[in-house]
């Protein structure tokens, strides 16, 4: 499974952005996906993640109600939709896939996912 972040950049506080996780290879439509994110000296943060076919999603508390994550297993692609985009937000954005997993109750730790994306990075200016 090889998996290409896109949609990354700089962008004002109040701002919005829409990442792209593309994915190739795998059965895409079968698993969770997730989006994390990480900043320098911190560990890999949970932002959200998706059931194989859309149905259920999870959003960390630090997101919710801005960030939206969506996918269209047509396009084998999952999307996140950050709206009021606050400076905390800057980080290095990585999509991943669980493909051991194709429902989840809970957000999965990050090494309950097998494969990741290279990372796109959003800066959010203040």
């Known amino acids: 499974v090889r998996l290409v972040e896109s949609g990354g950049g700089l962008v004002q506080a109040g701002g919005s952005l829409r990442l792209t996780c593309a994915a190739s290879?795998?059965?895409?439509?079968?698993?969770?996906m997730g989006w994390f994110r990480q900043t320098p000296g911190k560990e890999r943060e949970f932002v959200a993640a998706?059931?194989?076919?859309?149905?259920?999603?999870l959003h960390a508390d630090s997101v919710k109600g801005r960030f939206t994550m969506s996918r269209d297993n047509g396009k084998n692609a999952v999307y996140l939709q950050m709206n009021s985009l606050k400076s905390e937000d800057t980080a290095v954005y990585y999509c991943?896939?669980?493909?051991?997993?194709?429902?989840?109750?809970?957000?999965?730790?990050?090494?309950?996912?097998?494969?990741w994306g290279q990372g796109t990075q959003v800066t959010v200016s203040s």
């Open positions: 991943a896939a669980a493909t051991r997993w194709s429902v989840i109750a809970k957000p999965l730790p990050p090494s309950e996912y097998d494969y």
């Open positions: 998706i059931t194989w076919n859309g149905g259920g999603t």
């Open positions: 290879g795998g059965t895409f439509s079968s698993y969770v």
